[in-house]
């Protein structure tokens, strides 16, 4: 495909693979394109998600608080940092939501946050750091993520995280693994280049070759040792055994709603609305204990 598209493919994913072409649009600002133009998070509106009584997040990019939850929104395809895609079609990067997070956790006056999610997934890298900070961030505040629509891949690597994961009836949930695209060019291009690369002599795996039996084994090698951190980590966070996450959560597949509770790939079906009032009634406890002991 596209110059674009290869230098995008070129790196792991933890993505649902069928989201590349979309990055690949929007990377060449192709608005009009078809996958851009179907992408129904790239409205979002930030600041009606979590309702009308929402204000922000003093401090933070995107997250919103209501009655002492903060919520953070983790939405659309998830990159390193803030880009252009990012900006302009309300995409998430992992800085912000470092930022949002650590924000939420400092804050005086968020007593839990609530991770709302509807992400395909994202690249791999900065992932396991924000996963690791939401681990850490939950003994000192209730966590909790919320599937709106989908959690895949890099994006339910964070919401394994979480102390507790909620999803609608019609949430999706899994697509553990990585994916890597790496071009061959076999002919010369549009404008009749063809592109040499001529690697050292004692680096002959900087530039594996995709379609020999070699070099697919060395890119696949690299894969799979990402997988491993990214399953053991989702194992550490929903309480199972690595055994179980290759063997029941999909083995690379989606679960959805109460088969992926069944599964133990989250923890209960109900809407976003019932885990934000339980989020806030449990705020509001604390509070009034708080008030008791002062």
Known sequence: MTRAFTALTGEPWAIEPSYLPLIAALAQRNHNAPEVKAAEWQTRDFDIIAGPTAQRLQGGYRATVVDG????????????????????SGATSVTMLQHDFRTALLHPEVGAILLLIDSPGGAVSGINSFADTVAAGKGKKPVVAHVAGQACSAAYWIASAASEISMERT??????????????????????????????????????????????AEIRDTLDAIEKAFIWDVAKGRGVSVETVRSDFGQGGVKVGGAAVTAKMADKVQSMDATLAGLRRAVGNQRRVAALKG
Not at 69 to 88: H, K, L, S
């Open 69 to 88: 939850v903060a919520v953070i929104p983790v939405m659309g395809p998830i990159f390193p940092r803030a880009n252009m895609m990012t900006e302009m």
């Open 171 to 216: 949430g999706i949930v899994g697509s553990i693994g990585v994916v890597v695209a790496m071009p061959k060019q076999v002919e010369p291009d549009s404008d009749g280049y063809v592109t040499i690369e001529i690697v050292s002599s004692n680096a002959p795996n900087k530039r594996p070759d995709p379609a020999s039996d070699e070099g697919s």
